[in-house]
């Protein structure tokens, strides 16, 4: 693959890769010709509990290959948009701050040829440097954060790059909406009122029959968002490093998404901290519907004009 910059890079299969199996795939498109550009960021470097979300990025994209691309919820397959999955991004021996400002460095290069840059995760960290870059392309941006966990601390282990620190990080660049919060310690909590952001958190936010109306309200025009697959529920998505119970249902995720996709405009998306279980596969395959269902609500209406 031809690119107009460099970067350290590892190979990776594309987004809906090839199958044996007969399903429908994609037609690969080069990164010039493409309005979606998929960035696998395979970082595992700050995880405290259960390592293992390097592996993240390729199994979404290993379970994308068996995936169907027609939506039957809106009548669309939008992969003839053009969508361009990048070479993994490696890190042999970088420090964090390093890690850092390359990820920002790269998602620059791609953001400013006017592509939908969707990041694959990798642990949280790689969210603030993202959003750096977006919210310089997109003056008054918000983000909207699917987490079971705050990520609001100033640092962590030793780090402010921390993924406990992601929130933290991101708000230095964008007011913040976070939802499905059930996690978070007692220094976060006092910090709180202090941060330009508005917490839903789990244990309450749905007693509101106008929850989602009321995240969307919270966000500006143009909105990042950016899904820690922890926020869902763990008897949906069990694999990843640090479960909390409680959480989002599926369809719970999509209404969501939906109407903010469909109320706002999104300019850019990460999903982060899938770490695989061997021999359970459902959990990828969930990241790569939820990947694509967030690229269908995007842009089915720019593909049909209307």
Known sequence: MNLPFEYEQMAVGEFGG?????????????????????????????????????TGPHEILVASSHMELWDEETGADVHAIGICTLPEMDFPFASMDEVVR?????????????????????????????????????????????????????????????????????????????????????????????????IFYDFNMRKDANWIDRVVESLGETVYITIDVDGLDPAIMPAVGTPEPGGLSWYETLSLLRKVIESRRLVGCDLVELCPSPGNVAPNFLCAKLMYKILTYRFRKELSGN
């Not at 044996?20 to 995880?47: C, H, K």
């Open 18 to 54: 090839t199958t044996p199996t007969g399903l429908s795939r994609p037609r690969l498109t080069e990164f010039q010709n493409a309005r979606i550009v998929i960035l696998p960021v395979p970082l595992d470097r700050t995880t405290s509990y259960v390592p293992g979300t390097r």
């Open 102 to 198: 390359d990820i920002g460095r790269v998602a620059q290069e791609i953001v400013s040829r006017d592509k939908f840059l969707f990041v694959l995760g990798g642990e949280h960290s790689i969210t603030p440097p993202i959003v750096r870059v977006v919210a310089r392309q997109h003056p008054g941006l918000s983000v909207l954060q699917i987490d079971a966990h705050a990520d609001l601390r100033e640092s962590f282990m030793g780090t402010p790059h921390n993924h406990a620190c992601a929130m933290r990080r991101t708000l230095e660049h964008a007011r913040t909406t976070q939802v499905g919060i059930r996690s978070l310690s007692t220094e976060e909590a006092a910090a709180v009122p202090s941060l330009n952001t508005t």
